[in-house]
């Protein structure tokens, strides 16, 4: 299983709005990372997990709180977001080795409205 | 300074011809894992080839090559025969074997679209 299933693909919420993005891998694999990616941008890495720590956190605002509940488990929990947060976010996941390639999920399209 | 960078925002390759992508590096680390995604207009990041740095020879996957020259800090993506389904964005990356936190993220370059013309 090669696999990093994220949920759900697309999401409309409000300025007002709590929501929660899901991210799962079951490869075994000890980071985890968010990434937000804007229209004909590159990703730009938001959180990194290792060994369900949070390692890095890219100066993001606290209306994004990562969580990482278990080994195979990734959140990303949104509350507040101004219409600028909307983006693709982008869970992946990966050895922690550098040698080792990151396997990506499909995306959560977000729009806040 | 970036640490990858693509000059090409986009190319157009005619079906079933070679198309070359360009992609430099900037790292002081001796271990360092170089990476090429492809990214659909779907959205998702597709794990392409990957050259290690003390690789000797080429990376090769399918129709998918990574040109190396570790001299100049290169490391071009080649595709041979391009498809249609090959239209995509094309994201160069590294892992530096000394990135903190033990974490070892990707940094990324700003991608070039490949446009495959029939």
């Known amino acids: 299983d090669t696999e990093v299933t994220q949920t759900p693909k697309h999401l409309v919420m409000g300025m007002t709005n709590k929501k929660s993005l899901k991210c799962e891998q079951h490869m075994g694999h000890r980071a985890m990372y968010w990434y937000k990616q804007k229209a004909k941008k590159p990703p730009e890495l938001m959180f990194v997990?290792?060994?369900?720590?949070?390692?890095i956190n890219e100066s993001v605002p606290s209306r994004f709180s990562p969580e990482c509940p278990n080994s195979s488990l990734l959140n990303l929990h949104l509350h507040a977001l101004q219409p600028e947060d909307s983006a693709l976010y982008l869970c992946?996941?990966?050895?922690?080795?550098?040698?080792?390639?990151?396997?990506f999920g499909q995306g959560t399209r977000l729009t806040v409205v | 300074a970036q640490k990858i960078t693509q000059t090409q925002p986009g190319m157009f390759v005619q079906e079933k011809e070679a198309v070359t992508l360009d992609c430099t590096y900037d790292?002081?680390?001796?271990?360092?894992?170089l990476f090429w995604y492809k990214q659909p207009s779907s959205g998702e990041m597709i794990f392409l080839i990957y050259?290690?740095?003390?690789?000797?020879q080429n990376a090769t996957e399918g129709r998918y090559s990574l040109n190396f020259q570790k001299a100049r800090k290169s490391a071009n993506l080649v595709i041979s025969a391009s498809q249609l389904g090959d239209s995509a964005m094309y994201f160069c990356?590294?892992?530096?074997?000394?990135?903190?936190?033990?974490?070892?993220?990707?940094?990324f370059g700003k991608g070039t679209k490949l446009s495959v013309i029939p």
């Open positions: 990356a590294m892992r530096e074997g000394r990135s903190g936190a033990g974490s070892y993220q990707l940094t």
């Open positions: 050259q290690g740095s003390y690789d000797e």
């Open positions: 997990y290792s060994y369900e720590k949070l390692s």
């Open positions: 992946a996941s990966s050895h922690l080795d550098w040698n080792t390639e990151a396997f």
């Open positions: 790292t002081s680390d001796q271990s360092y894992g």
